[in-house]
């Protein structure tokens, strides 16, 4: 899967992406993730990604032709794949252009399965008050929110997505897929529940804080009631 994302601010990507288990996986090739800034793909000499709102009002707008440079630069590599493959010049398969929103549809694991299904994923991070909004409705495939609060860009929107849906890919999680694998429910599900591990007792503000003592039994029965009870399944 190649991840291209759209940003006034890749240099927030370059830390994240080099670290733990989303640094392994691309390593490995099973992901390839770029961040693009977008002053690049402008043509005049300040690199002007923004401009005044038409009909007036506070806070300035990105402007949308710097976005559709990018986005046909980036799909290139879509196009001459699909070229080889099927001859079909301009159809571009298994591909998303993600313009991250507040107003757009909230993000679930369901959209991070699906995700994890494509070739390549376009992220489009906003910044300023907003975005020309020929971007969402010319450009994007999917607008997409990661929650109903305001963050001041598409940066951070863009990491979870890309977080949820790279732990999904076949071969991205390396040695802890044995403990996933365990809590995978068989509609394929996540079972999130409580963990503990050593020491048994700790005091917190003056308590002593157990592990509770089910967990300690060896009763596997039990602790499997246990963790039933206390989970929270993502589907
Ligand atoms: N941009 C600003 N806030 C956002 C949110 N909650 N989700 C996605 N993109 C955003």
């Not at 879509?78 to 070229?83: G, I, S, Y």
């Not at 409580?194 to 592990?211: D, L």
Request: proline share 4%.
């Amino acid at each position: 899967m190649k991840v291209d994302i759209i940003t006034i601010f890749p240099e927030i990507f370059d830390f994240y992406l080099s670290q733990s288990l989303i640094s392994k996986a691309q390593k490995k090739g099973v992901l390839k993730i770029k961040a693009h800034q977008l002053r690049d793909f402008t043509t005049d000499k300040h690199q002007t990604v923004d401009d005044k709102p038409f009909g007036g009002g506070r806070g300035m707008v990105l402007k949308v032709e710097p976005i559709l440079k990018a986005i046909q630069l980036l799909e290139k590599f879509q196009e001459t794949r699909n070229k080889k493959q099927t001859n079909s010049k301009f159809k571009i398969k298994n591909s998303k252009i993600i313009l991250f929103s507040p107003r757009g549809k909230k993000f679930n694991q369901k959209m991070a399965h699906d995700w994890a299904k494509q070739d390549q994923l376009i992220f489009i991070c906003g910044r300023y008050e907003a975005i020309d909004e020929r971007v969402a409705k010319n450009l994007a495939t999917d607008i997409v929110s990661i929650g109903d609060y305001v963050l001041m860009g598409g940066e951070l929107p863009a990491l979870v997505a890309i977080e949820s849906v790279a732990r999904l890919l076949p071969g991205a999680v390396g040695n802890s897929e044995a403990l996933i694998g365990e809590r995978i429910t068989n509609k394929g599900g996540f079972v999130e529940y409580p963990q503990y591990t050593r020491p048994e007792v700790v005091e917190i503000k003056g308590k002593k804080a157990r592990v509770p003592k089910v967990l300690l039994s060896g009763n596997h029965k039990e602790i499997e009631k246990w963790r039933a009870k206390n989970s929270k399944i993502i589907l």
